[in-house]
């Protein structure tokens, strides 16, 4: 009892002191009316940089607070509640006394009125692929020092504009098109619309009657075309150091290998193909993930029914199954090998590296199927938290509820734009609330089955081929390529062996298909054990288009063109 009583005397100050108050302010120039959004409070320790771009998924990350406000009103202010969502402290109120660099964001949503009836409150992407820390228009303060300790007062106020984004112009090799999507249009009622960036063959110009096969490079959001560079690397450019390769200079190395893929391109010899990198971003994602979906819509067949045609058409593509290639690492790898297995005929073959999880008994590090929670690991008398990051030797850089609480601060109902909201938003059913239902409480981590086995119906790779297997065989013999680290930074190697034990043991007849692992490989190997990941990751197109090319000659329709490209 007097131990107690001594403890209550020591905290009581504490206990009767004024919590700090942080307030922000909407200025009235800055806004036209009320605005929606997602409020964030973000505080750092680093003496350099933004805090916007300080939060991360291990152990450097600043911190972050958001809550939502509605109808928020120009000229006023907004106090962040106690309670308000933290990562990586759970909540405002763990926040620690101390001097820090403050900035507050505000994620700006729009209404969307979906053909099914549902109203959303969702931020839209503008041209940045749905990045909430530098999507045009969204409001920010300049970082200032700032003292939080019991009864301190913090004010902030939104007294700056994200930039627009200047669209990439076209050259001679890249063109890029943009189109108004009307299944997409019509799903979320509002005009929405699909990009792409096409790299056009050597002597495309010269050789009007040409016509080319497709190659769709999936990923996350391109900017312009990747790793094309006409000219040799800068001299002038400055060394910079690559945290995830441990390499100084990478940046050199980046413009070198860009440079030399040019020069292969056009070069004798090298496949005449139309290579295409697609821009999708949505109200979730930078990424759509190229298939339809009930939350995020038609993707899959406004890309294949809709965009593909287009770029086809403009750019003389020959337009048949036995003529496209999917490629991709990460989720480019899930959707290469996605569109591969729903969409059979529409392509010739799919090279998927280290894909996001393609069996959910591995959903990363968790078996949706067979597990309670996505958090812990659980027995009688002890829980051990599930990993979400990893290096080549093991050590971990975060786990799932952190990684999830860091998506629950940046955004409520599947909206921080992080990855397994999206994934959330892709797979999933509606929810009651309109907003895609959760696989997991994102609070305690406890799996919904029922989810589960929509998720396993719908999105489940491994498992749509195993039940369609008798239909899709005769579509998908040798067609699917899969790569992957065997220590995959987000174990993603995990689901691999699971496709690989139907794949190369289990389909009857075989489906004569590549799988390989790189030896102590993180995230993303694709394929080539000769390099590094640093290098190979730079090389997809010298890598698979030479393999198409091969795939082509062995298997194509009579009277199939194979010579017009071919000069």
Not at 57 to 85: C, H
Not at 285 to 310: F, H, R, T, W
Not at 381 to 388: L, S, Y
Not at 501 to 525: I, M, Q, S
Request: charged share 25%; with cysteine.
């Amino acid at each position: 009892m007097q131990a107690l009583v001594r403890t209550l005397v020591l905290l009581l100050p504490a206990l009767l002191a004024p919590a700090q108050t942080i307030t922000v302010t909407l200025p009235a120039a800055k806004a036209a009316k009320a605005l929606d959004g997602r409020l964030l409070v973000l505080f750092s320790t680093e003496e350099k940089g933004e805090p916007r771009f300080q939060i991360t998924d291990g152990p450097q990350t600043q911190m972050v607070f958001g809550q939502d406000v509605e109808s928020w009103k120009p000229g006023t202010a907004v106090k962040l509640e106690a309670a308000a969502a933290g990562y990586p402290p759970a909540s405002l109120k763990e926040l620690k006394p101390g001097e820090y660099r403050a900035q507050a964001v505000l994620d700006i949503y729009e209404t969307f009125r979906r053909s099914d009836g549902r109203v959303l409150k969702l931020p839209m992407d503008r041209g940045e692929g749905r990045q909430w820390n530098r999507a045009p228009g969204n409001l920010y303060s300049k970082p200032v020092l700032v003292k939080v300790a019991a009864g301190a007062r913090v004010s902030l106020s939104l007294d700056e504009a994200m930039a627009p984004i200047e669209p990439p112009k076209d050259t001679k090799y890249i063109k890029h098109i943009r189109i108004q999507s009307a299944l997409l249009t019509k799903f979320w009622g509002r005009p929405m619309y699909l990009g792409a960036h096409v790299l056009l063959p050597e002597g495309f110009d010269e050789h009007p009657k040409a016509r080319y096969p497709l190659a769709i490079f999936h990923g996350h959001f391109p900017a312009d075309f990747s790793g094309f560079r006409t000219e040799p690397p800068d001299p002038e450019l400055k060394p910079a150091y690559s945290e995830r390769f441990h390499l100084d200079g990478y940046n050199r190395v980046v413009q070198q290998e860009g440079y030399d893929f040019y020069k292969k391109w056009t070069g004798p010899g090298f496949p005449r193909f139309l290579i295409v990198e697609i821009q999708h971003a949505n109200p979730f994602y930078d990424d759509s993930y190229a298939v339809n979906s009930a939350n995020v819509g038609p993707y899959g067949d406004a890309i294949m029914k809709e965009l593909v045609p287009e770029i086809e058409r403009r750019f003389r593509g020959i337009g048949q199954g036995w003529a496209r290639f999917t490629y991709g690492g990460s989720t480019g790898g899930w959707e290469a090998l996605a569109v591969q297995i729903l969409y059979p005929e529409e392509f010739n073959g799919a090279f998927g590296a280290c894909p996001d999880p393609i069996d959910f008994r591995a959903y990363t590090q968790v078996n949706l199927y067979e597990d309670k929670n996505a958090y812990w690991m659980e027995g009688p008398h002890m829980k051990v938290p599930r990993p979400a990051k990893r290096d080549y030797l093991g050590k971990i850089y975060i786990n799932m509820d952190q990684a999830n609480r860091m998506e629950l601060a940046l955004g409520t109902k599947s909206r921080s734009g992080q990855q397994f909201d999206i994934w959330e938003a892709v797979y999933s059913p509606v929810g009651p609330d309109g907003y895609p239902a959760r696989i997991f409480d994102k609070v305690t981590g406890e799996i919904d089955k029922k989810v589960a086995e929509y998720w396993k119906e719908h999105y489940d790779l491994r498992a749509i081929l195993e039940r369609d297997w008798a239909t899709l065989e005769p579509k998908l013999r040798g067609k699917l390529h899969v790569y992957c680290g065997d220590m995959d930074t987000y174990y993603l190697n995990n689901a691999v062996y699971l496709m690989e034990d139907f794949l190369k043991k289990a389909a009857n007849p075989p489906a004569e298909a590549t799988v390989a692992y790189g030896d102590r490989a993180e995230h993303c190997w694709n394929g080539d054990p000769t390099q590094p990941n640093a290098i190979s990751r730079l090389r997809y197109n010298t890598m698979y288009v030479p393999r198409m090319l091969e795939r082509m000659e062995q298997n194509h329709p009579a009277g199939a063109d194979l010579k017009s490209w071919r000069y």
